[in-house]
């Protein structure tokens, strides 16, 4: 009971001050319930774990094979509670305080060409049950690889947003956090093609005393919108569709196309770094090294010195 007590605190008030995405707080209200069910088997509680206990647990999950970047969230949320604990009096100390993380890996993001992304756009055109999913699909994937928006920001986009043939969407990210991003002429148009024929499937709805959603991409799921997972397996779907390998296609790595691609072109980091929302330009910087390796593979492949003739 403490503990849930704790975390359930905790939450409400990082929700609260600092409007933390409904994502990062399932993840790290996961990651306390985890430490302290370890905390219980061990015969111990938040209020009188000490460093010793989060360096075991750490070293618990190490164990289990996890992911240096999901210890490394993990001790985050620890950190977190326990700050959250020392200011509101609970403890008199900070047990996770001086503990160093794995820190986290910069592994390069995977990507697309953009024959792959034509690919996907082309199955999204042809690929669906009904005209109308094909003109949804066509609509995802357009503003997706327009904007390189994360695929929460997409499918929760009200359409309040879209309205008018907007040239630029405003888009509401991580923390809440508000960006403009510019939409390209197909995008324009396959979201006109769309909210036409939503609106057409709206009226239907009201005259059978149905409320008209809110949402861009409106479904019956809790949410009220297109979930993430379907939208997963949707564009798993697209990719068998087109061709492209199942395997490199997420919604994330169309945002990766994005980023690469206008770097490829000519746009400056602090372009993209606005565009993608990207708190730290450093993040942004991962880019330069994708486009780097692209770049050395392609000319390993092709320039005639680089090939060994014995």
């Known amino acids: 009971m403490q503990a849930m007590r704790w975390i359930s605190t905790y939450l409400d008030a990082q929700m609260a001050e600092m409007d933390a995405a409904d994502n990062t707080q399932s993840a790290y209200g996961r ?26 647990y750490l070293i618990h999950c190490e164990a289990q094979g996890l ?15 326990y700050r959250f604990a020392f200011e509101e009096g609970w403890r008199t100390d ?20 953009v024959e792959e992304v034509e690919r996907l756009l082309e199955a999204a055109r042809s690929h669906g049950r009904s005209k109308s999913d094909r003109i ?3 609509c995802l994937m357009e503003l997706l690889y327009a904007t390189g928006m994360r695929v929460t920001e997409l499918v929760s986009l009200p359409v309040s947003a879209t309205r008018g043939d907007p040239r630029m969407l405003l888009v509401r990210g991580k923390g809440g956090k508000e960006r403009m991003v510019p939409l390209s002429p197909p995008a324009r148009n396959a979201m006109a093609a769309w909210i036409e024929q939503r609106d057409k499937q709206a009226e239907v709805a009201r005259g059978e005393g149905i409320a008209p959603s809110k949402f861009l991409f409106a479904s019956k799921a809790k949410t009220g919108h297109l979930t993430r997972h ?17 395997a490199k296609v997420t919604p994330h790595t169309l945002r990766h196309a994005f980023a690469t691609h206008l770097l490829a072109n ?3 980091l602090r372009s993209i770094q606005t565009l993608l929302g990207h708190a730290d330009i450093s993040t942004t910087e991962i880019y330069t090294h994708v486009l780097e390796e692209r770049l050395k593979a392609l000319v390993l492949q092709h320039h005639p010195l680089a090939t060994d003739n014995g």
């Open 136 to 138: 949804r699909n066509t």
């Open 94 to 113: 900070n047990p996770a305080i001086q503990i160093r993380g794995p820190g986290r890996i910069k592994s390069l993001p995977k990507t697309l060409s």
């Open 266 to 268: 000519g746009a400056d």
């Open 67 to 81: 992911a240096q970047a999901t210890r490394a969230r993990r001790l985050s949320s620890i950190k977190g509670m």
């Open 31 to 56: 990651d306390l319930l985890d430490f302290a069910e370890w905390l219980t088997d061990a015969g111990q509680d938040f209020a009188h774990a000490a460093r010793g206990d989060v360096e075991r």
């Open 230 to 246: 379907r939208f997963y397996t949707l564009i798993k779907e697209l990719a068998v569709h087109g061709g492209v390998s199942p």
